[in-house]
């Protein structure tokens, strides 16, 4: 089974995406914030995906409003991420409806955003076809 690695902080969000992912039998763990993904990641084996919502606080500590809760935190996560697992596909979902979007895609380029508005099978579909689960192949 492939295993998913969500970070957000919307609890919603995830237990839907989570349902989405399971029923193509998609495993997923999940974390707040990149202060616990990073410890998750580090005493676990790799997962086969990590998706990110862009606008993220370091941490969802008691000094978590010490921290700019912004779309940089979730490009310097993911950014960071791709470095330290190169083999692991990333993917970065956003609720942003700004300019800087444009700025953000190239940014993160070669990593893929997608608007969390998209609907939520649509997003599972995606990660399926980047874990190569589905007939598809990767989205672009």
């Known amino acids: 089974m492939k ?3 969500v970070i957000d902080t919307n609890e919603q969000y995830k237990e839907d995406l989570r349902e989405a992912l399971e029923n193509r039998d998609i495993d997923v763990i999940d974390a707040d914030c990149p202060d616990e993904a990073y410890k998750m990641l580090f005493t676990m084996d790799p997962p086969d995906m ?3 919502e862009l606008s993220l606080p370091f941490t969802t500590s008691g000094a978590q409003c010490d921290y700019k ?3 940089e935190v979730g490009v310097k996560t993911l950014r960071e991420l791709s470095w330290v697992f190169p083999e692991t596909p990333m993917m970065a979902l956003t ?3 700004d300019d800087n979007l444009k700025r953000i895609r190239r940014i993160l380029n070669p990593i893929p955003m997608y ?3 998209e609907d939520m099978w649509l997003i599972a579909d995606i990660v399926q076809g980047f ?3 589905s007939d598809w192949g990767p989205a672009e």
Request: charged share 10%.
């Open 115 to 117: 608007h969390k508005s």
């Open 3 to 5: 295993t998913v690695l």
């Open 95 to 97: 609720g942003l409806e």
């Open 50 to 52: 990590i998706v990110s």
């Open 131 to 133: 874990l190569g689960t």
């Open 69 to 71: 809760q912004g779309a």
